[in-house]
């Protein structure tokens, strides 16, 4: 998590002083930092063996892989996959449900960790604070196994807690699985309530650095509870969120393939049938390397867009950007 | 999980290379080929390594029996490896790996063709002339011979015959309810209709007719109307047809629309999954189900402690209209099966050690393990010393019948473990069986087809007639959504079956 590199864009003066500083030669550089350098090479070693070196095997999707004969081996087919994914009927609509669930996960799922950590800061009772927050990241360590399968108990329309509830109001029982529109709420209100708690984690730490002088000050200025949250709160973690934000705008289309999965039947296909599900069922499922990879270099490829974008806007729109 | 998974492999291939990743020396001394001689007695000790699959509910276990009986008939140790995960990934890697074990063990045809085309797998047909006895036994049963061809006329894998009547799957009805119901056993889908009816008013909670995994199942209601749930051959017609637009289709979907409307079928059925329909099956909430015919003692032996009266009995299947076919789909078969290394060094070893298991003695072996050790003879009857519980005890146990310990199996071993009633079932299902439909190989460039433009119908299949089932589409629409379908290219599917299934027939004949 870029927590160095939110505590970095909190404190602008530290990296504008390296800058004014004199120039010296690479050799002293290389001198000063050799322990933080040192350091970073675990992470360097991490990212070349399991990031960058596999990359290499993006080429099958160019190639029809022979698993047998190696990726070197195997024969050059072009754009062969990437027309074949484009010419399905239905790639339009995977893309399209694989961003709006993407996007409704980040337009509902994004704000919630940060409402519950101002909320959880306002809390003075330090037992009733932990105690929340112990329960409320408890979810995050459930399987997703696990989850998929409360959700489908929990929304049985035979005997299911929410449909009884449903009931007892006089309502008629909903058969919530098989309803396409319903899809995209009950996934992403699971997604929250499995990682919401999570997610508070880095707020709070957040909301620890900011100067407890501030709260003070804007006390003596008469500013209640509520233009404390807007004035002082807010703004002290407005980089962390920003950061976050970019960062999970990349992520819009990397919806995790197994609770869709695991929540998805045909009556719902409509809406509930993504990318990664499709690649499970053609190219996973099929042995069909080649078109899955292809699949997923396309969707890389976009993800890079958004993330870019995003980091465009926030670099024009605020002063905290990645890059 | 990321979604990343094809690089994951590459990431694994290349860790691999870097970590030079043999797990086991490669102390594999070239074995000198013996020449084949038949009946040969006197055997050689050898280690053959054997990718093998591990059944959840029967693990492998290196100290079972059977392994033990392997080597003492034929001097074979198979060093074993068992994948950490699915059995399908294990094999790519390791097919990617390059560094291959003598044998693997696949569970699908398809992979074995795939694997075997691209260059990793031997043709066992290359190898026949050493092998009499598989010889013979080809020449004895050449459907199963030619189910076992991968679309370049080649032989990729062992192929099997006998275990498939494990996967028999039939209906079955709570007797015992009917009775008391003063119901009988329904003839046709209407007569099954009433009784669900009938039942649904004495038990109001439950939902009559409960089966598992969505629509799955349908496959088996299919061919008492005469139609198939995917593509199947209609041996009356000699033509390959796309069974969910057909007409007789569509009459299923009416009844299971209407089982829905009325309760008779759960609610949730689409999310029904092993776990729910168990207890569905044994709370009184579901009496009339399809399923595997084993259930039927799986579901008697666990409930008749606390209800004497409890039977599950086997129900011949009801036809879909008043003198319509009384007929099941066609299960009782097991694609799964051994592979052969073109790198192993042993092949013709391997060849001879697999030949045996086409001898009876072979059959004998995998099937009853060894007399006075595992079986007897009582009246010209073999029957298992122990009183094994059932046939998943006597896995667990001895490791007979497990991935990887059978080839060709004698059923009556698994079915001497039976309850009466169960080997009655066994008695009567076979009348009601549908004739075993061709699965022809597909060369790859089919298959990419069939798995691209085939995925896209057999989704909008599942969808649409989930939504018939369910009423949300309405059943006057069934032209548009036949329409519909045709546009997504069910005339390209049809042509690569046909051509598929002449070229097998086509290898057949020579």
């Keep these: 998590m870029p927590l160095n590199e939110i505590t970095a864009a909190a404190q602008p003066s530290v990296s504008s002083a390296v800058k004014r500083s004199v120039r010296s030669s690479p050799l002293q550089r290389w001198n000063k930092g050799k322990y933080l350098l040192l350091l970073f090479l675990p992470t360097l070693l991490y990212y070349l063996m399991f990031k960058y070196a596999p990359m290499f095997g993006l080429m099958i999707s160019f190639k029809n892989y022979n698993l047998f004969k190696g990726i070197w081996a195997s024969d050059w087919v072009g754009l062969k996959y990437y027309r074949l994914f484009l010419n399905n009927p239905d790639s339009f609509l995977l893309i399209k449900n694989t961003f709006l669930l993407g996007l409704y996960k980040l337009v509902f799922g994004f704000p919630a960790p940060i409402v519950l950590a101002i909320l959880m800061n306002e809390v003075k009772n330090a037992f009733f604070k932990r105690f929340v927050q112990t329960v409320s990241y408890l979810p995050h360590f459930i399987s997703n196994v696990v989850v998929a399968g409360m959700v489908i108990l929990f929304l049985s329309p035979s005997s299911g807690v929410v449909n009884h509830m449903l009931q007892a109001f006089g309502l008629d029982p909903i058969n919530f699985m098989v309803k396409p529109d319903l899809f995209r709420p009950v996934y992403v209100l699971s997604e929250i309530w499995q990682h919401v708690g999570w997610e508070t984690i880095i707020y709070l730490a957040a909301l620890t650095s900011i100067d407890p002088q501030l709260y003070e000050a804007s006390e003596m200025d008469g500013a209640g509870r509520w233009k404390k949250i807007?004035?002082?709160?807010l703004p002290g973690i407005t980089p962390a969120i920003v950061i976050l934000l970019i960062l999970n705008v990349g992520h819009v289309l990397d919806i995790g393939f197994e609770k869709v999965f695991l929540l998805y039947n045909p009556a719902v296909y409509e809406t509930a049938d993504i990318i990664s599900t499709y690649v499970y069922r053609t190219g996973i499922g099929q042995g069909n390397y080649s078109y899955a990879t292809a699949i997923d270099l396309f969707t890389g490829i976009v993800s890079l867009v958004f993330i870019y974008s995003a980091n465009w806007i926030s670099r024009k729109v605020g002063d905290t950007s990645l890059w | 999980?990321?979604?990343?998974?094809?690089?994951?492999i590459a990431a694994g291939m290349i860790v691999t290379t870097f970590a030079g990743c043999s797990s086991k020396g490669d102390d594999r001394a070239a074995a000198t080929p013996t020449p084949g001689g038949e009946g040969a007695t006197a055997v050689k000790e050898q280690t053959f390594t054997f990718l093998d699959n591990s059944h959840p509910s029967w693990p492998y276990n290196k100290d079972a029996l059977v392994w033990k009986l392997f080597k003492e008939k034929t001097g074979v140790t198979l060093d074993v490896q068992v994948p950490s995960g699915k059995i399908e990934d294990a094999l790519s890697v390791t097919v990617a790996s390059g560094n291959l074990p003598d044998l693997m063990f696949t569970l699908s045809k398809g992979l074995a063709d795939k694997y075997g085309q691209q260059g990793a797998l031997v043709n066992i047909l290359d190898y026949a002339k050493d092998m009499p006895n598989f010889k013979k036994w080809m020449s004895e049963h050449p459907t199963e011979t030619q189910n076992a061809l991968s679309s370049d006329g080649k032989m990729y894998l062992f192929p099997n015959q006998g275990i498939g009547e494990t996967n028999r799957m039939n209906w079955m009805y709570r007797e015992d309810v009917f009775k008391k119901l003063g119901l009988s056993e329904p003839q046709t889908w209407d007569d099954l209709y009433a009784s669900l009816k009938k039942i649904k008013e004495a038990y109001p909670k439950s939902y009559p007719l409960s089966f598992r995994s969505g629509l799955q199942y349908i496959r088996n209601f299919a061919p008492a109307f005469q139609t198939?749930?995917?593509?199947?051959?209609?041996?009356?017609?000699?033509?390959?047809?796309?069974?969910?637009?057909?007409?007789?289709?569509?009459?299923?979907?009416?009844?299971l629309n209407k089982f829905y409307k009325e309760g008779l079928i759960p609610p949730d059925f689409l999310s029904v999954d092993t776990k729910v329909w168990q207890d569905l099956m044994s709370t009184d909430?579901?009496?009339?189900?399809?399923?595997?015919?084993?259930?039927i003692d799986f579901f008697n032996s666990a409930l008749r402690k606390d209800n004497p009266a409890f039977n599950l009995a086997f129900m011949a299947?009801?036809?879909?209209?008043?003198?319509?076919?009384r007929k099941n789909a066609y299960t009782q078969y097991v694609e799964a099966g051994f592979m052969v290394s073109s790198t192993s060094k042993k092949i013709k070893d391997v060849m001879k050690f697999f030949d045996f298991f086409y001898t009876e003695e072979g059959r004998n072996l995998v099937s009853w393990g060894k007399e006075g050790t595992?079986?007897?003879?009582?009246?010209?009857?073999?029957?298992?010393?122990?009183?094994?519980?059932?046939?998943?005890?006597l896995r667990k146990k001895t490791g007979l019948s497990t991935d990887g310990a059978y080839i060709l199996f004698d059923y009556d071993a698994h079915l001497s473990l039976s309850s009466p009633e169960l080997q009655t079932a066994y008695?009567?299902?076979?009348q009601y069986d549908s004739e075993q439909q061709p699965r022809p190989a597909f060369t790859p460039e089919e298959m990419e087809i069939l798995s691209t433009v085939g995925d896209t119908i057999t989704k909008k299949r599942d969808e649409n007639i989930t939504k018939f089932i369910l009423g949300e589409r309405s059943l006057d629409e069934w032209p548009k959504y036949v329409e519909e379908m045709k546009k997504l290219g069910l005339d390209k599917i049809t042509e690569i079956y046909k051509t598929a299934h002449d070229r097998s027939q086509k290898a057949q004949q020579k």
């Design chain 1, 230 to 233: 807007v004035h002082v709160t």
């Design chain 2, 1 to 8: 999980m990321r979604k990343g998974l094809p690089i994951f």
């Design chain 2, 228 to 255: 198939g749930h995917d593509m199947y051959y209609s041996f009356e017609q000699k033509t390959w047809r796309y069974g969910p637009v057909e007409d007789n289709y569509k009459k299923l979907i009416e009844y």
């Design chain 2, 285 to 295: 909430r579901a009496f009339v189900t399809v399923d595997y015919i084993g259930r």
């Design chain 2, 317 to 325: 299947t009801p036809a879909g209209w008043s003198g319509g076919p």
């Design chain 2, 374 to 393: 595992t079986y007897q003879t009582v009246n010209g009857k073999k029957q298992f010393i122990e009183k094994y519980a059932d046939v998943a005890d």
């Design chain 2, 427 to 430: 008695k009567q299902a076979p």
